[in-house]
């Protein structure tokens, strides 16, 4: 059973850091690779940053600059690392693999950004 659990989500101030987790089980991101996703307020769910099998990280152009994803194979584990957060930052994040066509989701980890 695939399970893809974040955390690492919360409150921070405008221009502060945040670093999300994307626990895998049951599913390797070194061979299926990984994807951030986020929810804004209002707008439709958007890929934030994605890594491959083999290590190569791809961003969105939007996204390039303040987000950083990296994976640690032994723990099984993705992160995304959000620098200089702004409020309009503020959302949900999920993280999202696939395997044999077919899509599996975490249940996504809040983060607020103050003003």
């Known amino acids: 059973q695939v399970q893809l659990v974040e955390s690492g989500g919360g409150l921070v101030q405008a221009g502060g850091s945040l670093r999300l987790s994307c626990a895998a089980s049951?599913?390797?991101?070194?061979?299926?690779?990984m994807n951030w996703y986020r929810q804004v307020p209002g707008n439709q769910r958007e890929l934030v940053a994605a890594?491959?099998?083999?290590?190569?990280?791809n961003y969105p152009d939007s996204m390039k600059g303040r987000f950083t994803i990296s994976g640690d194979r032994v723990k099984n584990t993705v992160y995304l690392q959000i620098h200089s957060l702004k409020p309009e930052d503020t959302g949900v994040y999920y993280c999202?693999?696939?395997?044999?066509?077919?899509?599996?989701w975490g249940q996504g980890t809040q983060v607020t950004v103050s003003s």
């Open positions: 999202h693999t696939s395997r044999n066509w077919r899509d599996y």
């Open positions: 049951g599913i390797q991101f070194a061979i299926n690779g």
């Open positions: 890594i491959t099998g083999g290590g190569t990280t």
